[in-house]
């Protein structure tokens, strides 16, 4: 029979700008340089937030796995806490980029980057501005942010725009930020108010999580100009989006859009929302479609066959 392969864990850092990135390296055992795949996560969320669960699945799979934490979030660097910038990440995401193919253990040649949610947009931003990169996966991805406020609907936000006003008096005066919910019950003010987000959220949290459900306000107005998906035509590489049929906060006949103008990519869908994608049996499914595509993009050592 066949069996997956081991792997260990290794605690990491490397530097981004003026300040650090945590993560983890997720290497299998016995591969002298196999190929990565770097995986950053959604708004405001950390790598606790079942990024192991994937990264785990990879390893086995024959694929080293880099899993971090965004400047200003969880155990990173980076001062003021909470801070979401979309150009902030992205220099993050370059950064974790220069971290792994400056590793002598690994295959630089091979390199697949994932992303969930936010993060899945930003995967495919990565992917148009890395054309030596060799694969990516886009999960439940974050294309439109006027589709996506357009989806929380007007009175949303009509009611943040008193705290991001706030914050952006804050920022002028070097005050602390003023804080707005990633993710709330509906009609309350959000980034996320679906009726799915808040419990989607609280179940991806592990016992001792460094996650914080809040994000510094100033960040709304850049969300919702932030379309990542309109960079989707410019990856060269193969790309796989995987996308939910009844996303409540990406909304799919967009991203379904903005898949098909990728020249390589190839689109799975799934009839389980936004925050199912992470536990159970669709991220049963999610997960052998993933390693399926990075093992025929990556071509990874195969697996121990024992009798």
């Known amino acids: 029979m066949t069996t997956g392969h081991s792997f260990t864990r290794h605690d990491i850092t490397f530097p981004s700008d003026d300040s650090r990135c945590a993560g983890w390296l997720y290497r299998p055992t016995g591969v002298s340089s196999p190929p990565v795949v770097v995986l950053g996560h959604g708004l405001g969320a950390t790598r606790e937030m079942r990024l192991d669960a994937f990264a785990e699945r990879f390893a086995q799979a024959g694929i080293a796995a880099v899993a971090f934490t965004y400047r200003h979030f969880g155990d990173s660097g980076g001062h003021p806490r909470q801070l979401l910038s979309i150009k902030r990440q992205l220099a993050d995401w370059d950064a974790a980029l220069a971290y792994v193919k400056a590793r002598p253990d690994v295959d630089r040649t091979r390199v697949a980057v994932w992303g969930s949610s936010f993060g899945g947009g930003h995967a495919i931003t990565v992917a148009s501005r890395h054309p030596e990169l060799r694969a990516a996966v886009a999960q439940c991805p974050f294309t439109d942010g006027l589709a996506s406020a357009l989806a929380l609907g007007p009175g949303a936000s009509l009611r943040m725009t008193p ?59 850049t969300i919702a100009g932030y379309r990542p998906g309109r960079a989707a035509r410019k990856v060269a590489m193969p790309i796989l989006f995987c996308v939910s049929d009844t996303d409540s906060v990406t909304p799919p006949a967009q991203t379904l859009r903005y898949a098909a103008t990728a020249p390589r990519g190839e689109i799975k869908r799934y009839d389980a929302g936004h925050f199912d994608f992470y536990t159970g049996e669709t991220f049963e499914e999610l997960v052998r479609d993933q390693i399926e595509f990075l093992v025929r993009q990556l071509h990874p050592a195969p697996a121990v066959s024992t009798p």
Request: aromatic share 4%; no cysteine.
């Open 163 to 221: 705290v991001l006003a706030r914050d952006l008096a804050a920022r002028l005066r070097g005050k602390a930020p003023v804080m707005v919910p990633i993710a709330a019950a509906p009609g309350s003010p959000a980034l996320m108010n679906a009726s799915d987000a808040l419990p989607g959220y609280q179940a991806l949290q592990p016992a001792g999580t460094t996650f914080r459900n809040e994000v510094a306000a100033r960040v709304i107005p």
